[in-house]
């Protein structure tokens, strides 16, 4: 009877940390799509996009159980600093556009993420979480590649090139 208890118990534990990833997932895929729509590079805007559809993709491929808002958002604090700077960003994109000091926090964000991610993985106990989020883990390593360098441009001196011409 303990061992059926503990296993409940493992369960909810699970599904609290996959509704906590779902909730991540959907606050990440709006930034990115809010972002995408105000940033002027191009290759920056094709970053986001491919990130607004890979969080998107992953909360589709989550366990119904993660997608029920009844299960209370008590997982864990890293996984809630990640959604709320999300849900922060976005809000703030409203009223102003994509500055570089989002772009650098932006940066440190995702290998935060990332972190996070690869230790849930060792966490969850059944099959199908385990390759959702390894699948979103190792997608997400492959998306913060590319996307690092363009966040990290320096700018222009203008008064350097005005002087060279």
């Known amino acids: 009877m303990e061992y059926a208890g503990s296993a409940k118990s493992e ?7 996959l509704s906590g990833v779902y909730s991540v997932c959907v606050a990440a895929q709006r930034f990115f799509q809010q972002a995408a729509q105000q940033v002027a590079d191009s290759n920056l805007r094709y970053n986001f996009i491919e990130l607004s559809k890979l969080h998107s993709a992953a909360a589709q ?4 159980a993660a997608k029920q808002e009844a299960i209370p958002q008590d ?10 700077w999300y849900l922060h960003q976005q809000t703030a994109l409203h009223n102003q556009p994509l500055l570089q000091p989002m772009q650098d926090e932006l ?3 995702l290998q ?4 996070v991610l690869k230790q849930l993985i060792k966490t969850v106990h059944s099959r199908a979480a385990k390759v959702t989020l390894a699948h ?3 997608a ?3 998306a913060s590649d590319q996307l690092q ?6 700018p222009v001196d203008r008064q350097n090139i005005q002087t060279k011409n």
């Open 149 to 154: 360098p363009l966040l990290k441009v320096l």
């Open 140 to 142: 997400l390593q492959m």
């Open 11 to 17: 369960q909810w534990a699970e599904e609290r940390i």
């Open 75 to 84: 997982y864990s604090s890293e996984l809630a600093a990640v959604q709320f």
């Open 136 to 138: 979103l883990s190792a």
């Open 107 to 109: 940066a440190g964000l």
């Open 61 to 64: 491929q989550l366990p119904v």
């Open 112 to 115: 935060q993420q990332l972190k």
